[in-house]
């Protein structure tokens, strides 16, 4: 069992930042891959970005040159740090971490963009 803890939404302006984290209650090394996921009002959740045990990452092309996926094992965290933030990227942020064949989730931090 995986809980996932995820945290750092809010509102900012267009062109701000913020950084979620997202923290598990045990170590990363059982984790296969991690990803943050958002889902917007009436739309579908969409992956946002992805990164296995070996830092492979992946993005979507939405997000690419803006955002940026890490982890730190050594304090079970997960990152996403995104810039240049536009109004279309305001959606519930979740987190998430895959043990085959299970994929856990985070309860989900609101990002508010302004125009």
């Known amino acids: 069992q995986v809980q996932l803890v995820g945290s750092g939404g809010g509102l900012v302006q267009a062109g701000g930042s913020l950084r979620l984290s997202c923290t598990a209650n045990r170590s990363f090394r059982s984790i296969n891959t991690m990803g943050w996921y958002r889902q917007a009002p009436g739309k579908q959740r969409e992956s946002v970005a992805t990164?296995?045990?070996?830092?492979?990452?992946n993005y979507a092309d939405s997000v690419k040159g803006r955002f940026t996926i890490s982890r730190d094992n050594a304090r079970n965290t997960l990152y996403l740090q995104m810039n240049s933030l536009k109004p279309e990227d305001t959606a519930v942020y979740y987190c998430n971490a895959v043990i085959i064949p299970v994929t856990y989730w985070g309860q989900g931090t609101q990002v508010t963009v302004s125009s």
């Open positions: 990164i296995t045990t070996g830092g492979t990452t």
